[in-house]
């Protein structure tokens, strides 16, 4: 069979390329320069000269479409993301500081770590607290969050992570903030750690969702348009 094709486009830091295939195994491959302006630019574009070499049709493509980037990988290494900030449970201000005390050099004494994607000026306390049991025994406090709304504001804040004590048992306050958040500013990206890594341990889960909030505004868009 070689009337069925499958396409694949990978987008780079510099290049975005395609690769088409048809049934019989023949596979067409074209590259553009990436448009980081408008990722979907240079995504179609290369779609586009991969069917022209091919000489078959967008209609044509009937087996699977792959898409794969580095484009996050990128906007980490290089710090390139947006202004973030991550609200915690009041008294764990310092969680992406003190990690977990694991060293990746157990012998080396003057070992020095990456700065955290949230400087300490941007980590938020939220006067809050769910026990382990899965109990809320402090709900969110609505004027807190305006208040915090309002300092995020001045910041110039695009993404929020949010990670609160106990939230993968019980995320009924990340939830609350949420929608406290949102309705004093819509256009906020916001990462929940109950729904991003609902797991034990503070600092996997913390650092998780602020990888994901780091990054959200940089997918989100073109990949809802896409």
Do not use: C
Not at 61 to 72: E, G, L
């Amino acid at each position: 069979m070689t009337d069925s094709y499958a396409l694949a486009v990978d987008i780079g830091g510099t290049f975005t390329d395609v690769v088409l295939r048809d049934g019989g195994g023949r596979t067409w491959v074209d590259k553009t320069l990436t448009t980081h302006a408008d990722l979907l630019e240079g995504f179609f574009r290369v779609v586009e000269l991969g069917l022209e070499k091919a000489g078959v049709r967008p209609a044509d493509v009937d087996d699977v479409i792959v898409h794969a980037t580095t484009i996050v990988t990128n906007a980490i290494i290089e710090r390139k993301g947006p202004t973030i900030a991550l609200l915690v449970t009041e008294g764990f201000a310092d969680v992406l500081f003190i990690r977990n005390e694991y060293r990746y050099d157990m012998y080396d004494p003057q070992i020095e770590f990456v700065e955290p994607l949230v400087p300490r000026a941007l980590t938020f306390e939220v006067k809050e607290r769910a026990l382990s049991d899965g109990t809320i025994q402090k709900k969110v406090d609505p004027a807190h969050i305006s208040e915090l709304t309002a300092k995020l504001s001045a910041a110039g804040v695009r993404s929020v992570a949010v990670s609160f004590l106990n939230a993968y048992k019980v995320p009924d306050n990340e939830r609350a903030v949420r929608e406290a958040l949102h309705a004093a500013d819509p256009s906020l990206h916001i990462s929940l750690s109950s729904e991003v890594s609902p797991q034990m341990r503070e600092y996997p889960r913390t650092s998780t969702t602020v990888v994901n909030a780091y990054t959200m505004p940089i997918t989100e868009p073109y990949l809802t348009s896409l």
